[in-house]
């Protein structure tokens, strides 16, 4: 059986069982073609939250450090992640996620980079921006509002993809394709919070 699916399915319990998780705005993930799907980061438990809830596999840009583990990396690997390093320009990591969005898969990304510690959205980097404007893939808000506290309640929303299409024909910067992304977490968030 498929790793990825089991992974989602136990993770999916866990959550469910846990953190009350409440999920809105499923019918917001396109079935096919390449999807980015970009959301605010607040705790380690986020990808597996991000992607248990849907159908489609969410292929992950993970920070580099987690594939120098032995056992780790085979399994992120396996679940469809790939390595960024951080704080520096790293070619691979971006043709990477590219290729994976124009093959028409689903690329997870937390444009803060970081988890945030205040819970408040913090600056988005402009990596986001540039997988937006030279893939095509469909970019959807994602926003995950809780504590992650046991049995409290988090709340999940996928927002609907946001139009990228008029910062593409103006040759937008990565920069401001990257904060029209992060105006749409924020706008989920100050709807659900």
Do not use: W
């Amino acid at each position: 059986m498929n790793l990825y699916r089991v992974g989602r399915f136990l993770c999916a319990v866990f959550l469910r069982i846990f953190y009350r998780v409440k999920v809105l705005g499923k019918e917001n993930i396109p079935k096919d073609g390449g999807v980015l799907l970009c959301s605010n980061h607040i705790h380690l438990l986020d990808p597996p939250l991000v992607g248990s809830f849907i159908k489609r596999q969410v292929c992950y840009m993970a920070k580099a450090e987690l594939f120098e583990t032995p056992i780790l990396k085979h399994i992120i690997r396996r679940l469809g992640a790939f390595p960024i390093r951080r704080g520096m320009s790293d070619r691979q990591a971006l043709r990477t996620g590219l290729n994976l969005l124009k093959e028409g898969n689903m690329v997870g990304i937390f444009p803060e980079g970081t988890r945030s510690k205040t819970q408040e959205l913090g600056k988005g980097l402009a990596g986001v921006g540039f997988f937006a404007l030279r893939s095509n893939a469909k970019v959807v808000p994602c926003a995950i509002i809780g504590t992650y506290k046991i049995f409290s309640r988090v709340t999940l929303v996928y927002g609907s993809p946001i139009d990228m299409n008029p910062l593409r024909e103006n040759k937008a910067s990565a920069e401001e394709a990257t904060e029209k992304i992060m105006e749409g977490i924020q706008e989920l968030l100050n709807e659900y919070q």
